[in-house]
Structure formats: C-alpha cells, structure tokens
C-alpha cells in the first residue's frame, strides 16, 4: 500500500519563528489535506491541496504531485500552533474513501 | 449545532467485555467515518458509511462492526475486547466524499483501554 512519510518527526520552536514541515508519498494520489491535532486532542482540517498552493493566514500549503511531496508552512508561529500536523493521502475508489495518515510531526511553541 | 458528538469519553474495558461507541453528527451528513489512533501514530480508517443503510470497511476492520440505521448516528461495535483495541477512536463526517475537499469534521474523541 502507499507509504506517507512526514518530516521532522519533532520540531520546537521560539514563538515569531517560521517553519517547514514535509509530507511525501509513495504513489499517486487523488486527494491530499494536512490536520492540525490541538494537545486535547482536536482534529482540525487546515487544508485540502492535492496540488498547487494555498494560503490561509500565517499558513500555506504547496503540493507537488509530480514530485510525490507537499509542504506546509507556518510562519510567525504562536504558542497555539502547539500539537501534532498530520498529512493524509487519499486512495482508492469512491474519491478517496480511504484517508492514509502519516507519523505526524509533534510542534511545540516555547513563550 | 454541536457538530459530532462522541460517547463516551473514556472507558476502561476487560478482555472478552463488549461495547458499543456511540456517533451522532446533527450536520445532516451523508459520510461518517471511524478511525483508531494508536499511541504516536497517525489514524487509521476502520468503517464508513455512505449514507444511512450503507457500510464498508477501512483499513482496520477486523474486531469491529458498525451499523448506519439514520444519516446522524453511526455506533462502532467492539466485539471480544483485545488489548490491541486500546487507542482513541475518532468519529468523523462530512457533507461530501473526502476525495473531493470536503471539510472533514472529527468529533473529540474516545479513549478506550482494554485490560
């Protein structure tokens, strides 16, 4: 099945800091969205982005189909951009039915 | 609008007990999807539903059944609890196939340990 690798794994930083996190997969896929879990646990849907870029407030996203990777950027981060990002492909039939998730990476926003 | 309601919230089981996880989304849905999140890990889809009547199965059905009666409610059944079902399990829907972009909406969750 498709592999979902995302890196790095961890990532702290300064709040005002940018960051970079990368999501890569194995195969071609219909369907790609990045989630932010909040340390209690929410999930939230920040973006769906099968290709091309998009921007929502100090966050954007850019998928490179082709190249079987997507970014996501956060820039002058805060204390509540805190919690795991996770990067899911969908595969499949039925429009992706089947979401993949990768490892996520864990962000912590030092004050 | 409380968007997805999941209960309970916490639950301790006994090896061989069985429960059912509860599901209601009042956003007239048409998807509803289980997942399971293993400790560091990201979630792995056990059942959807496409509409009320119609079920399949996810990557991780096995030990599972699910039933989808009306559009807002979608219970997850534990059969036989093992040890490997303790995780969190999310409930999640939306008004289209997630392949389309469709905003996904994920209830808070239920942490299960079987001991």
């Known amino acids: 099945g498709i592999q979902v690798e995302q890196s790095p794994p961890d990532l702290i930083l300064q709040e005002g800091a940018n960051s970079t996190l990368r999501c890569n997969f194995s195969d071609s896929v219909n369907n790609l969205q990045w989630f932010h879990q909040n340390p209690w646990g929410q999930l939230i849907n920040l973006f769906y982005i099968p290709s091309g870029t998009k921007q929502n407030g100090r966050l954007s996203a850019t998928t490179v189909a082709t190249e079987r990777y997507s970014l996501l950027y956060i820039s002058s981060s805060q204390t509540t951009d805190s919690g795991v990002y996770f990067c899911a492909v969908g595969v499949g039939d039925n429009y992706g039915q089947n979401f993949v998730f990768g490892p996520g990476t864990r962000l912590s926003v030092l004050p | 609008n409380a968007g997805v309601t999941q209960t309970p919230k916490f639950r301790i089981l006994k090896i061989g007990q069985s429960m059912t996880l509860q599901c209601t989304q009042d956003?007239?849905?048409?998807?509803m999807y289980w997942y399971r999140q293993d400790p560091g890990m990201g979630l792995k889809l056990i059942y959807y539903?496409?509409?009320?009547?119609?079920?399949d199965k996810g990557e991780v059905p096995n030990g599972y059944n699910v039933s989808r009666s009306t559009t807002e409610d979608f219970p997850l059944r534990l059969e036989l609890a093992a040890p490997s079902q303790t995780s969190v399990y999310f409930c999640a829907s939306s008004y289209f196939p997630t392949g389309t972009g469709n905003t996904i909406y994920f209830g808070e969750g239920s942490w299960l340990t079987v001991v």
């Open positions: 956003m007239n849905h048409n998807y």
């Open positions: 539903s496409v509409g009320a009547g119609i079920t």
